[in-house]
């Protein structure tokens, strides 16, 4: 198999380029940070934008199979970014603005409640749902309301923490403290939000998603309903985080069931920044999900075996690729897609310096912007735009070229 062609010389990004922040609405009602990159040129995200399909006489026209697949061709794809644990969608920004202003996809990056702007309490995300619910103020003849006086509760409005007042004075408090969140939730209440959001907003359009490590294991657990426009799903490392399928399971086991816990209670939430820098802070109980997974051979199945029927029923088309040199698990992505048994699917271990002359990606670097011209213009652009999920010969082929392009 040979790599994927370039169908169009990509475009660049303009350097006045800016993405549009938006709310969104998970299903008990909780108030999620959104942000939505807008393709340059035309933006077709509706069937009424064609003419009809019958003929001039009532009669219904012969050709309109071929038509129909015509419009649905040319309407504008949405991409859905569902991001790892403890990752906020800040990390994907690089990679959501190729999407758009390359490949000309409307792109959807969102935080999980608990997680980065998510914060419970948090009053911007409160402005901008009013103004979304109604509409945006008059720029003329009018003048804005004041803004209410700031806050001196946990959350000052912009995501960051904010102070108390107390009798021994001001301190910072983290505002997951005694907050509850799970990342069952992230999967029945926070996804099923934004793919609402995606249907309303973009209702005809083709929809792509794209699940980073539990962004991925979070997917097929949904109702069929939220996901009627799913057309290919691309998971990233998303592997088992069962402690026996991990690098280091002894290291692991510590971590989940030992020192975890006594963490988690000294805080009253999972201080991720002050302990590792690379993770963000977490609600106590997303951080116990992730540990109770991890006692299971079949992790997320294992702990919530109702959603067996849904993976069973899972039959959106999946293209899975992970990492040789993954800090986590290294080997079982393909134990994951065995869970989904009822789709068509393909899973491919990378190497990175055999087969892409590459030092290091691991779990999270497949998103760095130095893995665009080997991964994301082989892989995602096959596999978004053509419809082809390579394999590793392909990968490799791909990999290779741009390494002599690169010593011209």
Not at 90 to 110: C, H, N, P, R, W
Not at 222 to 238: K, Q
Not at 276 to 305: I, R, V
């Amino acid at each position: 198999m040979t790599a994927a062609k370039q169908q169009t010389p990509p475009k660049k990004a303009s350097n006045s380029y800016k993405p549009q922040s938006i709310v969104l609405t998970a299903l008990d009602g909780y108030l999620l940070s959104g942000t939505v990159f807008l393709p340059p040129g035309p933006i077709v995200t509706s069937r009424s934008a064609f003419p009809s399909t019958s003929t001039s006489n009532g009669n219904s026209n012969l050709a309109g199979g071929a038509t129909h697949k015509q419009e649905v061709e040319a309407l504008t794809k949405v991409v859905i970014i569902s991001s790892a644990t403890a990752t906020i969608q800040d990390f994907y920004y690089k990679f959501a603005t190729y999407l758009s202003q390359e490949l000309g996809m409307i792109v959807l990056t969102y935080d999980n409640r608990g997680i980065g702007r998510s914060l419970p309490g948090n009053e911007s995300l409160q402005f901008l749902k009013a103004a979304a619910d109604n509409g945006p103020l008059p720029t003329t003849g009018a003048q804005s309301p004041p803004l209410p006086p700031k806050s001196t509760s946990a959350s000052n409005g912009s995501g960051s923490i904010g102070k108390i007042n107390n009798k021994k004075g001001d301190k910072k408090k983290n505002p997951l403290v005694g907050f509850e969140a799970t990342i069952v939730e992230w999967s029945t209440k926070d996804l099923p939000g934004v793919f609402n959001y995606v249907l309303q907003h973009f209702p005809d359009s083709p929809t792509l998603y794209v699940g980073h490590s539990v962004g991925g294991h979070i997917l097929p657990g949904l109702d069929a309903y939220y996901t009627r426009n799913l057309e290919r799903v691309f998971f990233v490392s998303v592997t088992s985080a069962h402690w026996r399928h991990m690098n280091s399971p002894l290291f692991t086991y510590w971590f989940f069931y030992m020192a975890s816990p006594l963490v988690n209670r000294h805080y009253g939430y999972y201080p991720g920044k002050t302990l590792w820098g690379s993770m963000e802070d977490m609600p106590t109980g997303c951080l116990e999900t992730w540990a109770f997974w991890g006692k299971h051979k079949d992790y997320m199945l294992g702990g919530n075996p109702e959603w067996k029927p849904n993976f069973e029923l899972f039959k959106v088309p999946i293209y899975s690729i992970y990492f040789s040199d993954d800090d986590f698990s290294s080997t079982s992505a393909p134990i994951i897609m065995d869970l989904i048994p009822n789709t068509q699917r393909r899973c491919v271990g990378v190497k990175p310096i055999e087969d892409l002359n590459m030092k290091k990606v691991g779990h999270m670097g497949f998103f760095f912007n130095s893995c665009k011209q080997k991964l994301w213009n082989s892989v995602v652009r096959s596999w978004f735009v053509d419809g082809r999920a390579l394999d590793i010969e392909a990968i490799r082929e791909h990999a290779a070229l741009e390494g002599s392009y690169a010593r011209l």
